[in-house]
């Protein structure tokens, strides 16, 4: 063989190897909007709903240009930019019934506690059934992420806008960082921008005793990715639920569109950093789903049909870049646990009495670079 040749083998070779380094996950990143409808995030805006004004929209003739004009494809974009032109193309979507694709919850009640509680430990908790703030009654894959990359509390971080997230987070307190609702930040060596934050939260009030602004937390969310450093952060955002339910789809669209924003920023942070970029995966997620009509889309439960239905996204490090899922996809709220364990490179089963599979469409990229 001409030496050339060789070098050029050799050369090659070398790029699939770091190629398949690249894509192995070595930090996970989980961003949930509380309550966001599959509807909106696969269709875009709701016309019975633009025009309903019981829902908030009689002042609202700006919400409607921007979100209500153009075909399903048109107004999924306008709505969700970053999910529509970056996730579906680089990554995947789950959940789209239009195209055959289902994500559905295992447990009766679809509402937040026991969905954030089964999507956290890949199973129904029988014994969650309200949203009290306590602790998981199960070790979540939190838990079982930092036992098993051995790292310290604040190197898995859970932020969010909810206080029951306090509980929802761990069944061990203090197992990782939570900070959730109006929270003072406790944590050593903090940036200033991360206690001004904090500072800034109590006199930035929302309707809502329990749920802080989703634009705290994520200011938290991303000053504590640039400056801690993370390998695990889990960013909970809950507006889209809480706005639902007042029965104002205009400000439901516009934090959407906000969601999407955010999942923006903290991509670009992902993608801009040496530490994370090419060895990170996101992923993206529902707890449940809403009534279907403009008589109960504000609303969700075990009585309310519709609202068992969810998504979920995926982007990054180890994931296949399959789209918009069709025909023969069909998951559960319990399969985002065991994945994160599998792309973690831990056995998905260390979560106990794990209902829940890891989604096998996510890692058909690596195992062809490999």
């Given amino acids: 063989m001409q030496r050339p040749q060789f070098a050029r083998l050799l050369l090659a070779s070398a790029l699939v190897a770091g190629a398949a380094v690249a894509q192995r996950t070595e930090n996970l990143l989980l961003v949930t909007a509380d309550g966001l409808r599959w509807q909106e995030v696969f269709r875009g805006a709701e016309d019975g709903l633009l025009a309903d004004e019981r829902a908030g929209m ?3 003739a700006e919400v409607r240009a921007r979100f209500g004009t153009g075909a399903a494809a048109e107004r999924r974009v306008r709505l969700m930019p970053f999910l529509w032109e970056e996730v579906a193309r680089k990554g995947a979507l789950f959940g789209s019934r239009d195209r055959g694709s289902e994500v559905v919850m295992r447990n009766p009640h679809r509402f937040s506690y026991p969905c954030y509680a ?19 009654p ?20 859970l932020i969010g806008s909810w206080e029951v997230f306090s509980g929802i987070g761990a069944h061990e307190p203090g197992s990782v960082f939570i900070n959730a609702g109006y929270r003072p930040l406790e944590l050593a060596g903090a ?31 991303l000053e504590y990715l640039r400056t801690v450093r993370p390998k695990v952060l889990y960013v909970a955002l809950g507006e889209t639920d809480d706005w639902a339910h007042l029965g104002r789809y205009d400000r439901y669209l516009e934090t959407a569109h906000y969601f999407d924003r955010c999942l923006r920023r903290l991509w670009e942070v992902l993608e801009g950093d040496r530490h994370y970029r090419g060895r990170t995966t996101m992923l993206i997620a529902t707890d449940h789903g809403r009534g279907e009509t403009a008589e109960d889309w504000t609303r969700h439960g075990a009585a309310i049909e519709g609202s068992q239905y969810i998504w979920l996204g995926a982007i990054g490090a180890g994931v296949s870049p399959l789209g918009e899922a069709g025909v023969g996809h069909r998951l559960t709220l319990s399969d985002v646990a065991p994945t994160m364990l599998e792309l973690a490179g831990a056995d998905y089963r260390e979560l106990g009495d794990v209902e829940g599979r890891p989604i096998a469409a996510l890692r058909a990229r690596e195992r062809t670079a490999q």
């Fill in 58 to 60: 009689r002042d609202a």
């Fill in 191 to 221: 940036s200033r921008r991360l206690l001004e934050l904090s500072r800034m939260q109590f006199e930035l009030l929302t309707p809502w005793r329990s749920v802080r602004h989703d634009f705290i937390t994520f200011e938290m969310a």
């Fill in 138 to 157: 199960s070790p979540t894959v939190l838990e079982v992420l930092r036992r098993h990359w051995r790292l310290p509390p604040e190197k898995v971080a």
């Fill in 118 to 136: 089964e999507l956290l430990t890949g199973r129904p908790q029988q014994a969650v059934t309200s949203n009290e703030l306590r602790p998981n």
